[in-house]
């Protein structure tokens, strides 16, 4: 039987570990890991690394790293302050990472009911334990279903207003770099998601979430793989953002709403 990242009962298999780490990577994760105790002391109640670096696909000068940091108390603006030095640091002194993320929340955040198929299954499913006590301990298992597909990109149609006007505010090659990276991404994972629970499985890796889109949407086939060849290799061509923004995300958020509804609101 297929595995689809799931174990024998139909739950997520938790995907990544700190064993999967190249040792191409292995310098930055151990600079990441003492960084973010002295940066935050205690302050941090644990931190994961999430993506390619602890899926042991990560490609040199190429990937990002990516952590997700989970404090005691909600983040101030000294935290995300920290937060952004943390990053900058890691970047320019690692240069086989192209980028850092940093996600910073509460464990309140993370452990509430109102996110807990969206920010506690992405830290219990998706993400690996680097320093503190593992919160997946107290969050349940999940299974692909369509809750889970809701609750994680059920707000494409709510986002994007803001991605048009980052491509309005965009002018220089980096910039639009940078945005075709990440909305590429996103529109992939909620293209995946959209179909996740009829393929009955998971995946992180984009191009296998391009072509299982494929076999559900067949006529949006070749834009969702197009995107995930440029959510690897991001591109400087406004005309693609301007794709993303104003045919292939309408269509996706239209689409997501009427398989799956809406993404219960948060407050604030």
């Not at 600079?31 to 602890?54: F, I, K, N, Q």
């Not at 494929?214 to 949006?220: I, N, V």
């Not at 959510?231 to 953002?241: F, T």
């Amino acid at each position: 039987m297929e595995h689809r990242g799931l174990d024998a009962y139909g739950y997520f298999e938790r995907e990544g570990s700190l064993g999967r780490v190249q040792d191409e990577f292995k310098g930055v994760v151990a600079a990441a890991r003492a960084r973010t105790g002295e940066a935050y002391g205690r302050r941090l109640h644990s931190a994961y690394l999430y993506g390619s670096v602890p899926r042991g696909t990560a490609r040199p000068g190429r990937s990002d790293l990516d952590l997700l940091l989970v404090l005691h108390h909600e983040p101030s603006e000294e935290d995300r302050d920290t937060a952004e030095v943390l990053a900058r640091g890691l970047d320019e002194d690692f240069p086989e990472v192209d980028g850092v993320g940093i996600l910073l929340h509460d464990k309140v955040a993370v452990l509430s009911e109102a996110e807990r198929f969206d920010l506690g299954w992405f830290l219990a499913c998706l993400c690996t334990p680097l320093l503190g006590a593992d919160l997946a301990e107290h969050l349940p298992r999940y299974r692909p279903d369509s809750l889970l597909a809701r609750e994680t990109n059920g707000d494409l149609a709510d986002l994007l207003p803001a991605w048009r006007a980052r491509v309005r505010e965009a002018s220089t090659p980096q910039e639009y770099r940078k945005l075709s990276r990440h909305f590429s991404r996103h529109l992939v994972r909620t293209a995946f998601t959209l179909v996740m629970p009829r393929w009955g499985g998971w995946t992180s890796d984009l191009g296998e979430s391009a072509e299982i889109f494929a076999m559900y949407y067949p006529e949006r086939a070749a834009q969702l793989e197009a995107a995930a060849r440029v959510a690897l290799d991001p591109v400087a061509d406004p005309e693609v953002l301007r794709d993303y923004v104003e045919d292939l995300g309408p269509w996706l958020a239209d689409e997501y709403t009427a398989r799956h509804g809406t993404k219960t609101p948060r407050r604030g």
